[in-house]
């Protein structure tokens, strides 16, 4: 990464913490149509995809449209042995987000879990990916989410699914268990987000996170303290 992409992503990363994240942040009214979706996409689904024997799930919002579908990603999981495919990648300092990586950190540390990548904001974008069902038979999984229901955490702290799954996948998979979907296998666009992976980039990056294309800035690659850095917002 160039100094000058460095440049631009402190940027983007210092106006993320002071839009987003907020210390002193109430929800004043409870979503519960959004907290128990939250709660099925990241546990739930997968006992019912296990239950009935599917290996893989396919999580696409229904206001993704497919333009161009090249391979057949499903073969592409099983046959590279992958834990998951993911199209998009991003970076979330929301406060639930810092309260769910404390969270598990703690247990992790109580319990004596080891995990294989550090728990943190970085997310998979959950509009769409590709995710093997039977890693949520892990006890180590078992056990946080467990906890979380025990505490009701996706309802008090408004745990989004996707920072939730996203650490599952990335903290008990191998690196080389987790693929990056580029636009030669794929090409969507999801429409309530005005987004897709195909184009040049035309959004904020921190709201976007993507890699792979010309002109993206890849936040991934930086490592990032947000705690540190909300202070300078």
Request: with cysteine.
């Amino acid at each position: 990464m160039s100094d000058e992409d460095k440049k631009i992503a402190d940027i983007c990363i210092v106006k993320s913490i002071k839009y987003r994240y907020r210390p002193k942040f109430k929800h004043k009214q409870k979503h519960y149509g959004y907290m128990n979706m939250c709660k099925f996409y990241s546990y739930d689904v997968f006992n019912i995809l296990n239950e009935l024997g599917y290996n893989y799930c396919w999580r696409m919002d229904d206001d993704i449209v497919i333009k161009e579908y090249n391979q057949d990603l499903f073969d592409l999981m099983e046959n590279n042995k992958l834990n998951c495919i993911y199209f998009r990648k991003s970076l979330d300092p929301h406060i639930s987000v810092l309260h769910f990586c404390d969270f598990m950190k703690k247990i992790c540390y109580d319990r004596n879990i080891e995990t294989n990548n550090n728990i943190d904001e970085r997310t998979f974008y959950s509009n769409s990916y590709i995710v093997k069902a039977g890693l949520w038979k892990d006890e180590k999984i078992k056990i946080i989410i467990d906890k979380i229901l025990e505490e009701k955490l996706f309802y008090k702290e408004y745990y989004g699914d996707d920072i939730v799954t996203a650490n599952f996948i990335k903290c008990f998979s191998k690196d080389e268990e987790l693929m990056f979907c580029r636009k030669d296998k794929l090409k969507y666009y999801h429409k309530s987000h005005f987004y897709d992976n195909f184009s040049e980039n035309t959004l904020p990056l921190l709201y976007n996170g993507r890699c792979g294309i010309k002109g993206q800035v890849d936040l991934w690659s930086l490592q990032i303290d947000i705690q540190k850095l909300s202070t300078l917002s």
